[in-house]
């Protein structure tokens, strides 16, 4: 008893001691990856197999793409096909109903479905590791024989079609459809959706062709991650696979992205929102670009994580809105950078002013030392729970064969990240964050017709500014911008010698809506960069961000 009370008053005097500790002990050393070994293997129909061994549960779990089968692909025939496709793939084959295909699936445990990209199409299939053979089998019929029922293809092309209606309603998806064309042009990344009609026009014959086409074994991989044994996994795959016939890839269509020399603001005048839409950005690096470490960063530290210097400067000290963003999309071919916000229409202004000072802060100034380390473990420590699960593995496998990365991808991404430098982060923000020259006209496109390619622009006077030169005044709006030295008020900032685009998404025909471009905004601006000429620590909080 004495013994009880002894521990129990201990406890007590220590209780206190311990909830007053402000200090988090500090995080333990990374632990090492213990990646299983991964073989690939190719047969004789180029199909390219890669094996990971990973059997933390007894599942197997498989990812293949079809490389060839973009959201783009043959869009100028038949536009918004391949998602078409992907949608009712997995809704019976030419030997299987639909509802026979689930009940298979059903009984090995098994999940079966199919998704398109920018870059590929994608089937996800998982089972118990026991049914694999039974698993590889599916897949294979899925993805030779798809027999699309007729009332399946109805229903998808309806949803689509309502997805469509839908979207357009809905500003997240204007301002994202008008970013995409405005930065990619005519590249088969700025297509977004098709129009109505496409769609209602396909028919099963066209869906059969496109996976004759562009579901090819030599120009896919399969990956496959869990409890297998990898030389009997690979006899599997070879009997369900084999006799997949190759075909001719399509052309690679990977025309030039649109160059500019000038900045360009694009509005969706959306009559009655309360909000405005804002996505500013420009075209960036494909994922395998040398400095893909260093621009990942530099958007983690900007916008791309919940303790950015955006979500400090715009959320927490402005209070413009909940969540801003940013994020570096790097894919195959070529990539983009984006920032963006949706704001309270009469905050639109300043939140541009602040997107656009936050971006000269890290093209002028080197990141703190311990934004660096934070960025840094946020990126190592998501990258570790990641590969802690056989689709989170297997995911990160598919996006060396996808992109074409060096092999040693994985094992490389935590040494490349803990190796940057702030001079690391500051040379890629100075070359695709910098400072743009001249003025664009504006473009405006109403919500209900801003799928079209062109229309009328406004009859606005426009005007620009050089580096060092006077300023020149642009009407905009019924009000005078004025841009001084070189500095951008509201338009765009130039990345690697390509200007960023600004969209906006709101009301244009109120006052509010008229505040970004009011003229006294670039003398807000100019005090915002003198701050940023500073020291860090004159006009920032410890954070780096700014004070007022």
Same mark, same amino acid.
């Given at each position: 008893?004495?013994?009880?009370?002894?521990?129990?008053?201990?406890?007590?005097?220590?209780?206190?001691?311990l909830a007053?500790?402000k200090?988090?002990?500090?995080?333990?050393?990374?632990?090492?990856?213990?990646?299983?070994?991964?073989?690939e293997?190719?047969?004789?129909?180029?199909?390219t197999?890669?094996l990971?061994?990973l059997p933390?549960?007894?599942?197997?779990?498989s990812?293949?793409?079809?490389?060839?089968?973009?959201?783009?692909?043959?869009?100028?025939?038949?536009?918004?096909i391949?998602?078409?496709?992907a949608s009712v793939?997995?809704?019976?084959?030419d030997?299987r109903?639909s509802?026979?295909l689930?009940?298979?699936l059903?009984s090995?445990?098994g999940?079966l479905?199919l998704?398109?990209?920018?870059?590929s199409t994608t089937?996800?299939?998982?089972?118990?590791?026991?049914?694999?053979?039974?698993l590889?089998e599916?897949?294979?019929?899925?993805?030779?024989?798809?027999?699309f029922?007729?009332?399946?293809?109805?229903?998808?092309?309806?949803?689509?079609?309502?997805q469509i209606?839908?979207g357009r309603?809905?500003?997240?998806?204007l301002?994202?459809?008008?970013?995409?064309?405005?930065?990619f042009?005519?590249h088969?990344?700025?297509?977004?959706?098709?129009?109505?009609?496409?769609i209602?026009?396909?028919?099963r014959?066209?869906?059969?062709a496109?996976?004759?086409?562009?579901?090819i074994?030599n120009?896919?991989?399969?990956?496959v991650?869990g409890?297998i044994?990898?030389?009997?996994t690979f006899?599997?795959?070879e009997?369900?696979?084999?006799?997949?016939?190759?075909?001719?890839p399509?052309?690679?269509?990977?025309?030039a992205?649109?160059?500019?020399?000038? $900045?360009?603001?694009?509005?969706?005048?959306?009559?009655?929102?309360v909000?405005?839409?804002?996505?500013i950005?420009?075209?960036?690096?494909?994922r395998k670009?040398?400095?893909?470490?260093a621009?990942r960063?530099?958007?983690t530290?900007?916008?791309?994580?919940?303790?950015?210097r955006?979500?400090?400067?715009? $959320?927490?000290?402005?209070?413009?809105?909940?969540?801003?963003?940013?994020?570096?999309?790097?894919?195959?071919k070529?990539?983009s950078?984006?920032?963006?916000?949706?704001?309270r229409?009469?905050?639109?202004?300043?939140t541009?002013?602040?997107?656009?000072y936050?971006?000269d802060?890290?093209?002028?100034?080197?990141?703190?030392?311990?934004?660096?380390k934070a960025?840094?473990?946020?990126?190592?420590g998501?990258?570790?729970?990641?590969?802690?699960?056989?689709?989170?593995?297997?995911?990160?496998?598919?996006?060396?064969?996808?992109?074409?990365?060096?092999?040693?991808f994985?094992?490389?991404?935590?040494?490349?990240?803990?190796a940057?430098?702030?001079?690391?982060?500051?040379?890629?923000?100075?070359?695709?964050?910098?400072?743009?020259?001249?003025?664009?006209?504006?473009?405006?496109f109403?919500?209900?017709?801003?799928?079209?390619?062109e229309?009328?622009?406004?009859?606005?006077?426009?005007?620009?500014?050089?580096r060092g030169?006077?300023a020149?005044p642009?009407r905009i709006?019924?009000?005078d911008?004025?841009?001084?030295?070189?500095?951008?008020?509201?338009v765009?900032?130039?990345?690697?010698?390509?200007?960023?685009?600004?969209?906006?998404?709101?009301?244009l025909?109120g006052r509010?809506?008229?505040a970004?471009?009011a003229?006294?905004?670039d003398?807000?601006?100019?005090?915002?960069?003198?701050?940023?000429?500073?020291?860090?620590d004159?006009?920032?909080?410890a954070?780096?961000?700014?004070?007022n």
């Amino acid at each position: 008893m004495k013994t009880i009370l002894a521990t129990l008053s201990l406890t007590l005097i220590l209780t206190p001691a311990l909830a007053q500790q402000k200090t988090p002990p500090p995080p333990g050393a990374a632990r090492p990856l213990n990646l299983p070994k991964i073989t690939e293997k190719k047969l004789a129909n180029g199909l390219t197999v890669v094996l990971a061994p990973l059997p933390n549960v007894p599942k197997v779990s498989s990812i293949l793409t079809f490389r060839s089968a973009t959201t783009a692909s043959d869009r100028n025939q038949h536009p918004g096909i391949a998602q078409i496709v992907a949608s009712v793939a997995n809704e019976g084959t030419d030997t299987r109903t639909s509802k026979q295909l689930k009940e298979e699936l059903r009984s090995i445990g098994g999940t079966l479905s199919l998704g398109s990209d920018a870059d590929s199409t994608t089937m996800f299939a998982s089972s118990l590791a026991e049914f694999s053979s039974k698993l590889f089998e599916l897949m294979s019929d899925v993805a030779q024989h798809p027999s699309f029922p007729e009332t399946e293809v109805k229903l998808a092309q309806e949803n689509t079609i309502q997805q469509i209606r839908a979207g357009r309603a809905d500003p997240n998806f204007l301002v994202n459809e008008r970013f995409q064309k405005a930065i990619f042009g005519d590249h088969p990344y700025g297509f977004v959706v098709p129009d109505e009609k496409s769609i209602s026009a396909l028919t099963r014959a066209d869906l059969r062709a496109f996976v004759t086409k562009y579901y090819i074994p030599n120009a896919s991989h399969l990956i496959v991650v869990g409890d297998i044994n990898v030389d009997k996994t690979f006899a599997e795959i070879e009997k369900a696979f084999g006799s997949w016939k190759s075909g001719t890839p399509p052309p690679d269509e990977n025309p030039a992205v649109p160059t500019r020399d000038k $900045r360009h603001i694009y509005f969706v005048n959306r009559p009655g929102s309360v909000q405005s839409a804002i996505y500013i950005g420009n075209v960036s690096i494909p994922r395998k670009d040398k400095d893909y470490f260093a621009i990942r960063t530099a958007d983690t530290i900007y916008g791309g994580s919940f303790y950015s210097r955006l979500t400090r400067n715009i $959320r927490e000290s402005k209070g413009y809105t909940y969540s801003p963003f940013s994020s570096s999309n790097t894919r195959a071919k070529t990539g983009s950078f984006l920032a963006g916000a949706f704001v309270r229409n009469e905050v639109t202004g300043p939140t541009l002013l602040e997107i656009f000072y936050e971006l000269d802060r890290m093209r002028v100034l080197p990141v703190e030392d311990e934004e660096l380390k934070a960025a840094k473990e946020y990126s190592t420590g998501n990258f570790s729970v990641e590969l802690a699960s056989q689709f989170g593995l297997a995911g990160r496998i598919n996006t060396i064969y996808t992109f074409d990365l060096d092999k040693n991808f994985i094992n490389d991404f935590r040494p490349k990240i803990e190796a940057l430098t702030a001079a690391d982060i500051q040379r890629v923000a100075a070359k695709y964050f910098d400072t743009p020259q001249p003025l664009e006209l504006p473009e405006t496109f109403d919500q209900h017709e801003v799928h079209r390619a062109e229309l009328a622009e406004q009859n606005l006077q426009t005007g620009g500014y050089r580096r060092g030169g006077d300023a020149r005044p642009a009407r905009i709006g019924g009000h005078d911008h004025f841009g001084r030295a070189g500095h951008p008020v509201t338009v765009a900032v130039l990345a690697g010698g390509i200007e960023l685009d600004v969209v906006v998404v709101g009301v244009l025909d109120g006052r509010d809506a008229q505040a970004p471009f009011a003229g006294g905004a670039d003398e807000a601006l100019d005090q915002r960069r003198l701050a940023t000429a500073r020291s860090p620590d004159d006009g920032c909080d410890a954070h780096g961000g700014p004070t007022n």
